[in-house]
């Protein structure tokens, strides 16, 4: 299950020291965002425990996207211990996702 974010927890959540923490960076009106969320939706199904993963809507939560440097969406960042570990940038096919996020489990 992936689960909405916002500025006002960002920090918060990120801090999960047991799981790695992914956030997808997205907007409604992005057509790539559109195509990775339910990429990420299966994912997070497949990894169910292993990881966290989370969406956080760029336009209505502009300081964790500025914080973290997003200038294109989608933006994926994995982060591990409280930091950033890996950023995707662009849709990417699940595999390929997965793939990555795996790495840091």
């Not at 799981?19 to 169910?48: N, T, Y």
């Not at 982060?79 to 996020?101: E, M, N, Q, S, Y």
């Amino acid at each position: 299950m992936v689960n909405e974010i916002k500025d006002t927890n960002f920090s918060e959540v990120i801090e999960e020291k047991k799981v790695p923490v992914i956030v997808d960076f997205w907007a409604p009106w992005c057509g790539p965002c559109k195509m990775l969320g339910p990429v990420m939706e299966e994912i997070s199904d497949e990894l169910d425990g292993k990881s966290k993963f989370y969406k956080l809507n760029v336009d209505e939560n502009p300081v964790s996207s500025m914080e973290y440097n997003v200038a294109s969406i989608p933006t994926v960042i994995i982060f591990k211990d409280g930091k950033p570990a890996k950023t995707l940038v662009g849709f990417r096919p699940k595999d390929a996702v997965k793939g990555v996020i795996e790495d840091y489990i």
